[in-house]
């Protein structure tokens, strides 16, 4: 008769090796690595070997175990510092981190299970309950405050809602339909010219009052200057136009007024 001999199931090769450090009460810091690998091999020998993906998971623990046993039977090797490298300290890293998650796993587990015996009972509070606001005492409310404090609360709001404010559009005033007339400006500009002589365009523009006076005057010494009144040169790129009033140039007439308006 057989002897049939029923083996332990782990979950993966870590959990088989946290197993047997805890039944040989050992430290996790310092494995014995001989120890251990002779009865982690005695596991895997009884193993049973149809299920390939989970043998093969303890195989490649098993080689691991095997390759840490003879770097230690080895001269120790050294890092860049001169200090002995442990050939067990991956592997310890590994069992911390494992170990670490077993037990969280294991909280979450028994918490879950606590919290499927509770029972959580519906709001049953009658409306008008629910909405019964107390009454605001506002002596206790009020005590403590102080106009000092008042002001300091109030200077405080003002400060945001001036922070509020865009610095450019709050400048902004009411924006009005200004009448402005070319014939006007012709007669403005003619004037001017005249006086003046020789002048610059930047010159006559800065001297309009709004952004419309701006392009009615543009037009007005567009008109200008198709009729030969004023004669404007600019020597540079983007440089400054400069404008002379022409003697022999044609002045607007009346009739030209009349026709503009």
């Known amino acids: ?12 090769p870590l959990d088989l090796l946290l197993h047997l450090i805890e039944k040989n009460k050992l430290s996790i810091y310092d494995i014995p690595i001989v120890l251990i690998t002779e009865q982690y091999m005695d596991y895997v020998n009884r193993m049973d070997r149809e299920d390939l993906d989970l043998v093969s998971d303890f195989m490649v623990m098993a080689a691991t ?10 001269p120790p090797e050294e890092d860049e510092n001169g200090e002995e490298i442990d050939p067990r300290e991956e592997l310890v890293a590994r069992l911390i981190e494992y170990k670490t998650c ?10 879950e299970d606590e919290a499927a015996r509770l029972m959580v009972k519906a709001p049953t509070i009658p409306v008008e309950v629910s909405r019964y606001k107390p009454e605001v005492d506002m002596d206790e409310l009020l005590t403590g405050v102080t106009l000092p404090r008042l002001q300091e609360i109030f200077s405080m709001l003002m400060h945001r809602q001036i922070d509020k404010m865009d610095p450019v559009r709050s400048g902004f005033g009411r924006i009005v ?3 402005v007339r070319l014939a006007d400006k012709l007669i403005y500009i003619t004037e001017y010219a ?8 930047k ?3 800065v001297r309009q009052e709004s952004r419309q006076g701006l392009v009615v005057a543009f037009l007005a010494i567009l008109e200008l200057m198709k009729t030969g009144a004023i004669k404007a040169v600019q020597e540079t790129t983007f440089g400054d136009i400069d404008m ?4 022999g140039g044609a002045e607007i ?5 009349e026709q503009y308006d």
């Open 194 to 201: 005249k006086t003046k002589k020789k002048f610059t365009f």
């Open 253 to 257: 007439t009346k009739e030209d007024l």
């Open 177 to 179: 339909k200004e009448p």
């Open 244 to 247: 002379e009033w022409e003697e």
């Open 1 to 12: 008769m057989e002897l049939e001999v029923k083996l332990e199931v782990f979950e993966g």
């Open 65 to 74: 175990l095997i390759d840490i046993k003879t770097r230690m039977l080895l």
């Open 102 to 111: 077993k037990m969280l796993c294991g909280e979450l587990f028994v918490g």
């Open 203 to 205: 010159e006559l523009l």
